[in-house]
């Protein structure tokens, strides 16, 4: 005889799917809706209004702003580049970079729980019950976890939602996924925050927002740096841990 199933497990796994794919149409319209609403065009035409709202109803602005980029995060939208840009628009350097942190880190925060709930946590226990070479690659991420998740962020090739993703689906600590992404998205926040504060400039010439700026080796240079650091101890671990087996 089959063994019966729990009504109770059954009805989760039904809210789950519904809920993944509740994100998941949410995220294919915004995508489809939303990509000329959500740029540097609209912004610029915009840009006066922005600020004069801003102005009279600044605590207002500011959560909207956090709300939206969370928003813009958790559903993986296009636009996430113009909001941190728009960050330093808003709110100039400081602000702006504390406010794109923040948001970015909540939103990147909301993405990971939804998909470790919705499979990601079934995927890595499959992972971890298996044999071979993926097993042995979650073991080695999880073994070098926190270098792992800052090469994730300071590699300027990863695109964001890669790095929220994946994490959430190997089985990645809740805690240093929040702590790798509140640090490691730092430097370019840093770098987006500036190119929105000088954006009044920019737009006051009529010209656009220069993004290619951001692989220019003064950028670039810093950021690959901080990742070789990130990236040093798992050198260290890898050579230390064949020392080990040679003298075995």
Partial sequence: MRPLRDPDTNRSGYIRYIVIGLVAALALAGS???????SFESLRDNRQALLTIRDEHYVLVTLGFCLAYVLIVVFSLP???VA?????????????TALNVLAATIGA?????????GFGAALADRIESSDGRIR?????LRDNEISVMFLLRL???????VANLLPALVGVRFR?????????IVPGALVFTWIGAGLGEVFARGEDPDLSILWEPYVVGPLL???ALAGFPILVRARRARRLQKAG
């Fill in 155 to 161: 590699v300027p090739a990863v695109p964001f939602f």
């Fill in 84 to 96: 941190s840009v728009t960050g330093g628009f808003l709110f100039g350097l400081s602000m702006g």
């Fill in 136 to 140: 042995e690659l979650q073991k080695g």
């Fill in 225 to 227: 740096a901080l990742a």
């Fill in 176 to 184: 240093n996924f929040v702590l790798t992404t509140a640090l490691g």
């Fill in 32 to 38: 489809a809706f939303l990509s000329d609403v959500l």
């Fill in 109 to 117: 925060s909301g993405l990971f729980l939804a998909v470790r709930w």
């Fill in 79 to 81: 636009g996430a580049t």
